[in-house]
């Protein structure tokens, strides 16, 4: 099957832009409309950085000419305990869970015995998606608001004593209040100085998203789960819109809901979106442990409650960075799923649509197309209450991949389900319409020059039946895939697809195995991430329970990537600490600054930590000094001030 992969395609090159308008361009646009935009060209940064946080590498030379689209030195592989970037750049730890989101207090206790009330003023736990916005005023290139996921709780490491006490005796409700607190999203101001030096501000945008905020829903499935919940939880990947708002992707929420009602039994809906009894399990000395267990102090997390909350969870959700005061709001119309991310762009005529994954072997990719236009002209449209439906009325879709190369878009209005049932029962809709199941669908992105669309799938050794576009049993390594929609208009119902790059890990004699990256090796895509030059950056999360076994021990620690879309060409930019994933991924709008994600440093193979020794597999990002291994964003630089990548 491996002689269906086309890698190192120079298609993309020959294609038009056409009209796909770039989202810098839409962005900016927009932001000029509010004055917001007063770019400084005198931003240019000093080349020295000091008190770089742990790992950083600087060197003298940053470029290397043997590629036309970026030009930096690849690093090698890692197994070390610490952040490594290429010569002549530099990586600072900006914003670390605990860490006060006013940049004052309440500060972090290396302990973990900060209370939940801390917690919900504190950086939540997981860091995963993240997107930059310039504020109404400033240059936007040295002060701006970040949103970040938290996507989940190591339950074992948010507290000083663990997961005590254990069943029978139950979960404490100031516990389970913390562990809600720091799922979520946090939004803080951040600001860099000359030197290029980042620190988070005291300031009116501050803000923690948690599971107990009170949010608005809105689209066809209200109708079912009526028009308000408290929370968002499981916070993966993310999005942005045109009109200024930020889009956060509720991932595996299943883990948070289950019950000690021995009579329950998960109906035919709960059980396709993997609800149990258990939820999220440890596993300890062989025994099953429910890892969050707040169903047994919050009854809406009780499975066995008809009126749980568990159908109000699964969904895109869109933040105002802007507007404190708004109410965040789930946008139904989106479908119910393991959401990964939202890329959003705009269609030919201006009609929005929102590519996205549902993260679970053998689930789907699905687009979105709003019913009208996003009208640019509109000045009053900014903001989050302005949009008028843009996201609650549309088509929903799922992708099918044929043999041909050639794909087409089912609308899940022919499953014969009602609009309702097609919002919160998504996967079951896209099942009986016939969509490609797929090998883990995590991150989708959208060329900025030439609208094609790609996917990551970040593995699946599950998969035993293969299809065109997921070609390998047993699939450990993952692959990413790309395609055009016809027209090159992102609104079109049908697409030429290819497969881009097969990951592997060439030490592996056996063909599927190897892989046929061009460049730097790598396994388990998940971050994809265009930024404007048209660099991929891509982001691995080769799982801990894989990191370094027989398979893997080649590729080190996960690390982040750049792609030449045309050439094929893969280069290795950034290593991570033990146990971690690399993840989010945004830039200031000079592409001098970049943000990244380190998410779960320290996390053991079988995922169980031990709260007496928090520090025995990670000392990320503080040292012996810092308690236990934390989540954090990072800035990441060029020392001499210039724009990453190239
Ligand atoms: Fe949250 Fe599928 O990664
Ligand atoms: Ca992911
Ligand atoms: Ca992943």
Not at 143 to 154: A, F, P, Q
Not at 266 to 291: F, H
Not at 429 to 457: C, I, K, N, Y
Not at 622 to 643: F, L, M
Request: overall charge negative; hydrophobic content about 35%.
């Amino acid at each position: 099957m491996m002689s269906q992969t086309n890698s190192h395609s120079t298609r993309s090159e020959s294609m038009a832009a056409e009209s796909v308008k770039p989202m810098s361009e839409i962005i900016a646009a927009a932001l000029d409309r509010r004055s917001f935009l007063q770019v400084s060209v005198t931003g240019a940064c000093a080349a020295v950085m000091t008190s770089w946080g742990p790992g950083a590498i600087a060197a003298a030379s940053p470029v290397d000419d043997s590629n036309d689209l970026f030009r930096f030195s690849n690093i090698p592989v890692s197994q070390s305990d610490q952040v490594v970037v290429p010569a002549g750049y530099k990586a600072e730890v900006l914003f670390r869970w605990g860490d006060p989101i006013n940049g004052q207090h309440p500060v972090f206790k290396t302990d973990a015995s900060n209370s939940a009330a801390e917690q919900a003023l504190q950086g939540g736990m997981g860091h995963d998606g993240m997107e930059y916005f310039a504020l109404p005023s400033g240059d936007a290139n040295s002060r701006g608001i970040l949103c970040i996921n938290h996507e989940y709780t190591d339950q074992i490491l948010l507290f000083s004593d663990g997961i005590e006490p254990l069943p029978p005796t139950p979960m404490p409700l100031e516990k389970i209040r913390k562990s809600q607190a720091a799922h979520g999203i946090s939004v803080i101001e951040v600001a860099g100085d000359k030197q290029g030096r980042w620190q988070v501000l005291d300031s009116p945008y501050c803000r923690r998203i948690t599971a107990n905020t009170p949010m608005r829903m809105t689209g066809p499935g209200i109708i079912l789960t009526g028009d308000s919940v408290l929370g968002t939880l499981n916070n993966c990947a993310a999005g942005r819109t045109p009109w200024g708002t930020y889009l956060t992707c509720e991932e595996n929420f299943q883990g948070v809901f289950g019950t000690a009602n021995e009579s329950f039994t998960p109906n035919l809906e709960q059980e396709r979106y993997g609800l149990t009894a258990k939820g999220y399990v440890y596993k300890i000395d062989g025994q099953e442990i429910s890892g969050y267990r707040w169903w047994e102090a919050d009854s809406r997390f009780d499975l066995s409650r008809p009126d749980c909350d568990a159908d109000r969870f699964g969904y895109v959700v869109e933040i105002d960075p802007l507007r404190p005061d708004s109410k965040p709001v789930k946008r139904t119309a989106l479908g119910r799923f393991r959401h990964e991310n939202a890329e959003l762009t705009l269609a030919k005529d201006g009609r929005v649509v929102v590519y996205m994954g549902d993260d679970q072997v053998n689930e789907f990719i699905y687009k979105y197309v709003s019913q009208r236009p996003y009208e640019t002209q509109r000045t009053s449209e900014f903001g989050i209450d302005a949009t008028g439906g843009l996201l609650d009325q549309g088509v929903l879709y799922a992708a099918r991949f044929d043999e041909t190369g050639r794909g087409v878009w089912l609308p899940l209005s022919d499953s014969g389900m009602t609009p309702e049932l097609v919002a919160v029962y998504s996967r079951i809709a896209a099942s009986r319409v016939g969509a490609t199941p797929m090998d883990r669908p995590e991150w989708l992105a959208v060329h900025p020059q030439t609208g094609e669309v790609f996917a990551s799938l970040t593995n699946n050794s599950k998969r035993t039946e293969v299809n065109a576009a997921n070609p390998r049993a047993n699939n450990i390594y993952g692959h990413i895939l790309r395609w055009q929609e016809d027209g090159n208009d992102a609104a079109a119902i049908e697409f030429s697809w290819h497969l881009f790059l097969m990951a592997g890990n060439p030490a592996q004699a056996e063909p599927t195995r190897h892989g046929n990256v061009s460049g730097d090796s790598f396994a388990c895509p998940d971050g994809l991430k265009f930024d404007d030059s048209g660099i991929l950056w891509i982001q691995t999360d080769m799982s801990s329970s894989v990191m370094g076994n027989a398979d893997f021990v080649e590729l080190g620690n996960n690390m982040m990537l750049a792609a030449d879309p045309a050439s094929g060409q893969v280069r290795r930019f950034l290593t991570g600490p033990k146990g971690c994933e690399i993840t989010g991924n945004t830039m200031t709008p000079d592409r001098k600054t970049m943000f990244i994600n380190i998410q779960h440093p320290g996390e053991p193979a079988d995922e169980v930590n031990d709260p007496l020794q928090p520090n025995q597999y990670s000392q990320w990002p503080d040292g012996p000094a810092g308690g236990r291994p934390r989540s954090a964003t990072i800035v990441v630089r060029r020392s001499d001030g210039q724009t990453v990548g190239t």
